[in-house]
């Protein structure tokens, strides 16, 4: 299994300021994910963290408006930039357990409010 | 279309009940499929894989039919603690989630 962590786990922020969460998985994993899940939705995949390269984006999300770093195998970052009311929503970060069980651990998810 | 639908419900269910929910799913790439548990304002958790034998874990059994995309979980012996929203997840590359189908249990 994984342990990750998120944080910040919620946040009120002004229309137009970006905001970074971070998360933090407790070992080596090849696959990370950012989902966001806006209230009664489901959860809808942003992109791939890819460790050492550009992440991979879903139709709908671009770099700009989310850019993600993954430094190393246990690490990733999201932006959140130029915020709108739009915006408000649960970010959650996921990552692929080990073997062919392909079980995806989620963090707590950062929950953030744009006024 | 989404990729995979889900009644949202909600199914309010008495103790002691078995109760049903059905899932479909759009690309008949998806390779692994799997029923998450979702409590309110809590993170997914891992409820049980989805195989086309089917399998049961205790009062859950998931079925899984290749041929017409559709997925299913059947809780029985409904307890208060199940209450919570199940999401249907198919997996190509990556986890595409139904929106989910929330559940209550009644005493």
């Known amino acids: 299994s994984a342990v990750i962590s998120q944080k910040p786990s919620r946040d009120i922020c002004q229309r137009g300021t970006s905001l970074t969460i971070q998360c933090q998985v407790d070992s080596q994993v090849t696959m990370m994910f950012w989902y966001r899940q806006q209230p009664g939705q489901s959860l809808t995949l942003i992109a791939t963290a890819n460790q050492g390269s550009e992440a991979t984006y879903e139709s709908g999300f671009v770099i700009d408006k989310f850019p993600i770093s993954r430094p190393n195998l246990t690490f990733s970052t999201l932006t959140v930039s130029n915020m709108s009311p739009e915006d408000s929503s649960i970010y959650l970060c996921s990552a692929r357990g080990g073997g062919d069980s392909g079980e995806l651990f989620f963090g707590e998810g950062s929950r953030l409010t744009v006024l | 279309r989404k990729e995979v639908e889900q009644d949202p419900g909600p199914f309010n269910v008495p103790e002691g009940a078995t109760v049903a929910f059905n899932c479909t799913y759009s690309n008949s790439a998806s390779q692994s499929f799997f029923w998450y548990r979702q409590d309110c304002r809590k993170e997914p958790k891992l409820l049980m894989s989805?195989?086309?034998s089917g399998n049961e874990d205790g009062r859950f059994t998931a079925q899984l039919n290749r041929a017409s995309q559709y997925i299913s979980l059947l809780i029985r012996d409904s307890k208060l603690s199940d209450s919570a929203t199940y999401l249907c997840v198919a997996q190509n590359y990556a986890l595409n989630f139904g929106k989910g189908t929330s559940l209550l249990v009644t005493p």
């Open positions: 989805v195989y086309s």
